[in-house]
Nanobody, 118 residues
């Protein structure tokens, strides 16, 4: 079993930056060999993928954040970060950390609110 704890959300003006962090604890094997990612959800909408990173740091991004967001992971610390730049009001959402194990099992964090507003 893996536990995920997010931090770093908050209020930022359009054009600003925020960095989200997610700390994973539990099975070191599961964490090290799992895909990690960030999703976001707006009330009334489905949760959507923002970015994912594989155990060997291959990344993929939603088209809406390409060129603005950067996902990274530190396998030694069992963390995954999301650097968000040039933020737009439409980036406002609750952001969730996710781990998908090699067997397909998924773990989720509790979510952190990101609000982009002037």
């Amino acid at each position: 079993q893996v536990q995920l704890v997010e931090s770093g959300g908050g209020l930022v003006q359009p054009g600003g930056s925020l960095r989200l962090s997610c700390a994973a604890s539990g099975s070191i094997f599961t964490i090290a060999f799992g895909d990690m990612g960030w999703y976001r959800q707006v009330p009334g909408n489905q949760r959507e993928l923002v970015a994912r990173i594989s155990p060997n740091s291959i990344t993929n991004y939603a088209d809406s954040v390409k060129g603005r967001f950067i996902i990274s992971r530190d396998n030694a610390k069992s963390t995954v970060d999301l650097q968000m730049n040039s933020l737009k009001p439409e980036d406002t959402a609750v952001y969730f950390c996710n781990l998908r194990s090699a067997s397909g099992a998924q773990s989720w964090g509790q979510g952190t609110q990101v609000t982009v507003s002037s």
